[in-house]
């Protein structure tokens, strides 16, 4: 039998809804539009890869070989000595289709200047535009005076907004987040 990469089986099936997907545990379709965009690339003797804008505002590290369950590290800097203005964490087992539609945006927003990466604005605004997309994919959604609280229609993933003040310095070092998603069913969620 000879091999074809066009055969049926060799053909790449995508998954939908996305954040059921998994993981493809490679990090090149998340890197692709940073790297196309003329982002740096270096990695390290254990197989981490780091990829940042040429002025070292933005950041994205891809971490196999890190020091917790992150694989994805992707922080913003207003200024070159200053602590990051935030901090956006995937958990290993997130599907790479999540990773690869964040740096896609992120590639966008740095392209048209800080505004538009650096924002982060009024969090009732901010629960309003998430929201609405959602809201529009038939996502249910609660309001307390802690979180905002959306669910997906079969009830496989779920988006919170913490209302509270978040230490900041605790927030950028993963320890607490302001936004949280979780997908897939029980027993074998990813978060990011």
Do not use: C
């Not at 053909?11 to 809804?17: G, I, L, N, T």
């Not at 971490?63 to 200053?82: F, H, M, R, V």
């Not at 629960?127 to 997309?133: F, I, K, S």
């Amino acid at each position: 039998m000879t091999f074809s990469s066009d055969d049926e089986q060799w053909r790449e099936y995508h998954v939908s809804p996305r954040y059921l997907a998994g993981s493809t545990f490679t990090g090149d379709p998340a890197l692709r539009p940073l790297l196309d965009s003329g982002w740096l690339l270096n990695d390290d003797d254990l197989g981490n890869v780091y990829v940042n804008t040429l002025d070292q505002r933005v950041r994205l590290a891809y971490l196999p070989e890190g020091d917790d369950d992150a694989l994805w590290k992707i922080t913003a800097y207003s200024s070159d000595y200053a602590t990051p203005r935030w901090l956006v964490t995937f958990q290993s087992g997130t599907p790479t289709e999540i990773v690869a539609g964040f740096t896609t945006a992120l590639a966008a927003a740095y392209a048209e200047g800080p505004d538009s990466y650096l924002h982060h604005g009024n969090s009732a605004l901010t629960a309003l535009d998430a929201g609405t997309p959602l809201a529009a994919a038939g996502w249910s959604h609660s309001y307390s005076p802690e979180n905002v609280f959306f669910q997906s229609p079969d009830h496989l993933a779920e988006v919170y907004l913490r209302h509270n003040h978040r230490d900041h310095t605790a927030e950028m070092r993963g320890h607490q987040e302001r936004w949280l998603t979780l997908a897939g069913p029980p027993g074998n969620q990813w978060y990011s």
